[in-house]
Nanobody, 115 residues
Framework: QVQVVEAGGGLVQPGGSLRLSCTVS????????MGWYRQAPGKQRELVAT???????DYADSVKGRFAISRDNAKKTVYLQMNSLKLEDTAVYYC?????????WGQGTQVTVSS
């Protein structure tokens, strides 16, 4: 059975930092493209960042230079380091493990940026 478990969300002030983690079990993690997505209230889910098995990363324009995605294949974990957080980064952040045309989602972790 595949499990995708996010952790690390919370409340942070503008300009602060958070580090999300996502641990996956039940799949050959290293061949999966891992991604972080987010969904703010009343908005559609959007891509934040992705990273391939060989650590090639891509980012949404809104987070470039502030967020960094990384992975540890031995630990079957992907991370999202979020710096210089803004109010508009407030959302539920979801981890996704994708291979070809299918994928697996975590339950999400809430990130709230507020003063």
């Amino acid at each position: 059975q595949v499990q995708v478990v996010e952790a690390g969300g919370g409340l942070v002030q503008p300009g602060g930092s958070l580090r999300l983690s996502c641990t996956v079990s039940g799949i050959a993690f290293s061949v999966y493209r891992m991604g972080w997505y987010r969904q703010a209230p009343g908005k559609q889910r959007e891509l934040v960042a992705t990273i391939t098995g060989d650590a090639s990363a891509d980012y949404a324009d809104s987070v470039k230079g502030r967020f960094a995605i990384s992975r540890d294949n031995a630990k079957k974990t992907v991370y999202l380091q979020m710096n210089s957080l803004k109010l508009e980064d407030t959302a539920v952040y979801y981890c996704n493990a994708a291979l070809s045309t299918f994928g697996y989602w975590g339950q999400g972790t809430q990130v709230t940026v507020s003063s």
